[in-house]
């Protein structure tokens, strides 16, 4: 004869339940809810500050070029659709016509999606467009100094970091968000 026992039962329940899965999958929200929006800051924080490392070395660049050939040399910032950009060329006469460049490097090497950041000078008519001529001895030409090209995100205020240069001679400085010009 078999005994029968009050405390243990002949079917086992395994899983979970339909509540405590709700109950998960809200508390999983919740927890996503509070950490998006840092999340997306701290993305557009790198991606301005690469795009700002990029500028940098473009100024870096285009200044060295002009040393080493003798020649004038321009480095030109430009929005194109939403997706920022820079070409090195010859500053012929201390001008440039940016419908002959055909050299355009993308900020952000093509990574960052047209229309998240962009970029504007402090001088000039048409802040969406920034040019920087450099002598053959590397100095500035024809641009009032200290001369600031801001890197920020498309939306909002910040992140803005920018790359100024602050003497004729071509000395650089990288600031961050209130050091920086404000967007036009």
């Not at 950490?35 to 790198?46: G, H, M, R, S, Y």
């Not at 910032?77 to 419908?99: E, K, L, M, T, W």
């Not at 500035?140 to 992140?159: D, E, F, H, K, L």
Request: net charge positive; hydrophobic share 45%.
């Amino acid at each position: 004869m078999q005994r029968q026992s009050f405390f243990k039962s002949d079917s086992t329940t395994n899983g979970f339940t339909l509540l405590e899965v709700l109950i998960t999958m809200i508390l999983i929200g919740i927890l996503f809810a509070i950490a998006a929006p840092n999340w997306v800051a701290f993305i557009n924080q790198q991606r301005v500050g690469s795009a700002r490392s990029q500028v940098a070395q473009a100024i870096r660049t285009a200044q060295s070029q002009a040393q080493q050939t003798k020649v004038n040399r321009a480095v030109v910032f430009d929005n194109n659709n939403g997706q920022p950009r820079y070409a090195i060329v010859a500053a012929a006469n201390n001008s440039v016509d940016i419908n002959q460049i055909t050299n355009w490097q993308t900020l952000g090497d093509g990574s960052i999606q047209p229309g998240i950041i962009r970029l504007w000078g402090d001088q000039g008519t048409d802040r969406n467009r920034a040019t920087l001529i450099f002598d053959g001895y590397g100095a500035i030409v024809a641009s009032p100094v200290p001369y600031a090209i801001t890197i920020g995100a498309a939306i909002g205020v910040n992140p803005r970091r920018c790359v100024s240069v602050e003497t004729l001679l071509g000395a650089t400085a990288e600031n961050s968000d209130a050091a920086c010009p404000a967007a036009p």
